[in-house]
């Protein structure tokens, strides 16, 4: 199955990942290849069958609404690379530079 | 002086009961086993040397480093997480913690258990210790390395298409992948998450069965799991009467299968009918065309939408940009390697407009359809038998530049993941001297099942699992 190069890049903009040129070009390569075997699954006819999410047959599961301890905020900031008071820092996200 | 190559997790509990030994000194024992061969396997990310732990009074403990540990680093075996130091314990290693089990270290891993190789880490792959010149296996490869080379008395894996079996297969170990729901997933790196399950790795089906008593049952969080419908039992029967064991028909038909691997299988096959178990031929026809291309989509599927979550604001490195989002989209570039890569833009790709019905739609409903048909074969026998994996381990660097040769390691194990079943890997001889594995699927909740099959036919095989090379 033919996937090109704009696709790929396309894609890689949805799943928020900037692919480096030879990388996009290896990709287009390697997913077309991985399409092509993977597609056979639209050969079958499948009118009527339900879909499967979940591989077991488990009903909802209720928990009692009761509150707990939430992760001291030490802890909860203890992994990240950038925070301000009780805040994560981020670069801006919006604004006259930040792209579309 | 503790034989660590020996040792089963069995025997350590009795010597621990007899107090023979300490918990501390059977940790002390592993670690200096580490570090006299472990720079040749490289089972281990890191090792765990806290004094603390080893004075709970269990059997030490390997776990894979998809398992969220409080206090040591857990990277999933990508650069994404690297520096990551989890608050919490997982449920899985809470458990064996609070069984008194010191964790001795956390085995390297295909980054987020992607691969069939385990050379997909980030940090370098792990060596087969029946040859280092091979692949362990994957993605468990460093769990299924470390019990094999007698640097752990048994570890924990994660399975989502085969690996926790397949490594196991390739290194001569015994691995168990549980029904789906038994084990809880709260504080595993998610990687597809209708597929994951955590289970153990040891010498022996009884050691196996052990450390899954000791992890399983309902956990208040992770709602998808479930209380066992009954106790978990230890195998002690060496007879397979009144036994029904399925082959499906396909294994005979199917390409790739090393003749080796396919004269163990049958050679098992005879043995379990030696034992007094009815063998008898079933038919899984889609199972075997459709369920790798089925998998190939929805796991990629389920990894797009679960490795979002690396984005650099809440943990691990980030790349610093002028913006949120270039911050976001360069430091996803730089923490994933190929393999994450390749399957989020797959799974991106068959769940966006236009393509979701063709591709993750139809998939799912060619998993009911797997689900069924295994379903209808588990009505008439109480296990499924096949090889495990098709051929034995291979050489370093074989598949590492082909997706799709490395997607078919994996051929045997993954229809019955994407069935839910649980499936348990034992070592049937020997081909090229490499270990061959005979994959036994139960039915839903068939652990018991698979155990007493299991230990039956482990009895009577009579396996070393000490690889040739470092019997003394």
Same mark, same amino acid.
Not at chain 2, 152 to 174: E, F, M, Y
Not at chain 2, 341 to 354: E, F, H, V
């Given at each position: 199955?033919?996937?090109?190069?704009?696709?790929?890049?396309?894609?890689?903009?949805?799943?928020?990942?900037?692919?480096?040129?030879?990388?996009?070009?290896?990709?287009?390569?390697?997913?077309?290849?991985?399409?092509?075997?993977?597609?056979?699954?639209?050969?079958?006819?499948?009118?009527?069958?339900?879909?499967?999410?979940?591989?077991?047959?488990?009903?909802?599961?209720?928990?009692?609404?009761?509150?707990?301890?939430?992760?001291?905020?030490?802890?909860?900031?203890?992994?990240?690379?950038?925070?301000?008071?009780?805040?994560?820092?981020?670069?801006?996200?919006?604004?006259?530079?930040?792209?579309? | 002086?503790?034989?660590?190559?020996?040792?089963?997790?069995?025997?350590?509990?009795?010597?621990?009961?007899?107090?023979?030994?300490?918990?501390?000194?059977?940790?002390?024992?592993?670690?200096?086993?580490?570090?006299?061969?472990?720079?040749?396997?490289?089972? &281990?990310?890191?090792?765990?040397?806290?004094?603390?732990?080893?004075?709970?009074?269990?059997?030490?403990?390997?776990?894979?480093?998809?398992?969220?540990?409080? !206090?040591?680093?857990?990277?999933?075996?990508?650069?994404?997480?690297?520096?990551?130091?989890?608050?919490?314990?997982?449920?899985?290693?809470?458990?064996?913690?609070?069984?008194?089990?010191?964790?001795?270290?956390?085995?390297?891993?295909?980054?987020?258990?992607?691969?069939?190789?385990?050379?997909?880490?980030?940090?370098?792959?792990?060596?087969?210790?029946?040859?280092?010149?091979?692949?362990?296996?994957?993605?468990?490869?460093?769990?299924?390395?470390?019990?094999?080379?007698?640097?752990?008395?048994?570890?924990?894996?994660?399975?989502?298409?085969?690996?926790?079996?397949?490594?196991?297969?390739?290194?001569?170990?015994?691995?168990?992948?549980?029904?789906?729901?038994?084990?809880?997933?709260?504080?595993?790196?998610?990687?597809?998450?209708?597929?994951?399950?955590?289970?153990?790795?040891?010498?022996?089906?009884?050691?196996?069965?052990?450390?899954?008593?000791?992890?399983?049952?309902?956990?208040?969080?992770?709602?998808?799991?479930?209380?066992?419908?009954?106790?978990?039992?230890?195998?002690?029967?060496?007879?397979?009467?009144?036994?029904?064991?399925?082959?499906?028909?396909?294994?005979?038909?199917?390409?790739?299968?090393?003749?080796?691997?396919?004269?163990?299988?049958?050679?098992?096959?005879?043995?379990?009918?030696?034992?007094?178990?009815?063998?008898?031929?079933?038919?899984?026809?889609?199972?075997?065309?459709?369920?790798?291309?089925?998998?190939?989509?929805?796991?990629?599927?389920?990894?797009?939408?679960?490795?979002?979550? &690396?984005?650099?604001?809440?943990?691990?490195?980030?790349?610093?940009?002028?913006?949120?989002?270039?911050?976001?989209?360069?430091?996803?570039?730089? !923490?994933?390697?190929?393999?994450?890569?390749?399957?989020?833009?797959?799974?991106? &790709?068959?769940?966006?407009?236009?393509?979701?019905?063709?591709?993750?739609?139809?998939?799912?409903?060619?998993?009911?359809?797997?689900?069924?048909?295994?379903?209808?074969?588990?009505?008439?026998?109480?296990?499924?038998?096949?090889?495990?994996?098709?051929?034995?381990?291979?050489?370093?660097?074989?598949?590492?530049?082909?997706?799709?040769?490395?997607?078919?390691?994996?051929?045997?194990?993954?229809?019955?993941?994407?069935? !839910?079943?649980?499936?348990?890997?034992?070592?049937?001889?020997?081909?090229?001297?490499?270990?061959?594995?005979?994959?036994?699927?139960?039915?839903?909740?068939?652990?018991?099942?698979?155990?007493?099959?299991?230990?039956?036919?482990?009895?009577?095989?009579?396996?070393?699992?000490?690889?040739?090379?470092?019997?003394?």
């Amino acid at each position: 199955m033919a996937i090109d190069r704009d696709t790929v890049l396309r894609v890689a903009r949805l799943a928020r990942l900037e692919l480096r040129d030879d990388e996009a070009d290896r990709l287009t390569g390697e997913l077309g290849a991985i399409l092509d075997a993977v597609s056979k699954v639209a050969e079958l006819d499948l009118a009527g069958v339900p879909p499967t999410s979940h591989p077991l047959d488990v009903v909802n599961v209720w928990a009692d609404d009761e509150p707990h301890a939430p992760l001291p905020l030490d802890e909860a900031f203890a992994n990240a690379p950038s925070r301000e008071g009780d805040l994560f820092r981020v670069p801006p996200t919006a604004g006259p530079e930040v792209s579309a | 002086m503790i034989d660590t190559l020996r040792l089963t997790a069995e025997q350590a509990l009795g010597m621990l009961e007899r107090r023979e030994v300490s918990s501390a000194e059977l940790h002390r024992a592993y670690l200096e086993a580490a570090a006299a061969r472990d720079g040749e396997i490289h089972a &281990y990310l890191r090792l765990v040397e806290d004094g603390e732990d080893g004075e709970g009074g269990g059997v030490p403990i390997a776990l894979k480093d998809v398992i969220s540990t409080k !206090g040591v680093e857990t990277t999933a075996g990508s650069r994404i997480l690297a520096g990551y130091v989890p608050v919490f314990d997982a449920t899985v290693a809470a458990r064996c913690r609070a069984a008194g089990m010191p964790v001795i270290g956390k085995t390297n891993t295909d980054e987020f258990a992607m691969g069939s190789s385990t050379e997909n880490s980030a940090y370098g792959p792990s060596h087969n210790p029946w040859d280092p010149a091979r692949v362990p296996g994957g993605s468990g490869g460093g769990t299924a390395a470390a019990v094999s080379a007698g640097l752990a008395p048994w570890g924990l894996g994660s399975d989502t298409g085969g690996s926790i079996k397949q490594p196991s297969a390739l290194c001569g170990n015994v691995g168990l992948r549980p029904t789906y729901g038994t084990v809880s997933r709260f504080g595993i790196v998610a990687f597809a998450s209708s597929l994951d399950q955590i289970g153990p790795v040891a010498k022996t089906v009884r050691d196996v069965a052990l450390l899954y008593s000791i992890i399983a049952g309902r956990d208040a969080n992770d709602s998808t799991t479930v209380q066992l419908p009954e106790p978990v039992r230890l195998p002690e029967d060496e007879r397979l009467d009144g036994l029904r064991i399925g082959i499906p028909k396909q294994v005979w038909e199917l390409a790739g299968i090393e003749h080796g691997v396919r004269a163990s299988f049958e050679a098992a096959v005879d043995l379990a009918r030696g034992l007094g178990a009815e063998v008898g031929e079933c038919d899984l026809p889609l199972s075997f065309a459709y369920g790798m291309a089925c998998y190939y989509l929805i796991a990629p599927a389920e990894a797009s939408s679960n490795l979002a979550r &690396y984005d650099g604001v809440r943990y691990g490195p980030r790349v610093e940009a002028a913006t949120y989002r270039e911050m976001v989209e360069r430091t996803r570039d730089e !923490g994933f390697g190929d393999e994450p890569k390749r399957r989020i833009m797959l799974g991106t &790709y068959a769940l966006s407009a236009g393509y979701y019905d063709a591709f993750y739609g139809q998939a799912q409903k060619v998993r009911t359809l797997l689900i069924r048909e295994h379903r209808d074969a588990l009505e008439r026998f109480h296990v499924l038998a096949t090889p495990t994996s098709p051929t034995v381990a291979f050489p370093l660097g074989d598949k590492a530049s082909d997706p799709l040769a490395m997607y078919a390691c994996d051929l045997l194990t993954i229809p019955s993941c994407l069935a !839910g079943l649980p499936g348990l890997n034992v070592p049937s001889g020997l081909s090229q001297g490499l270990p061959v594995g005979l994959q036994l699927i139960g039915r839903q909740f068939g652990e018991n099942t698979l155990f007493r099959t299991g230990h039956a036919l482990e009895r009577a095989l009579g396996f070393d699992t000490v690889p040739a090379r470092l019997r003394t």
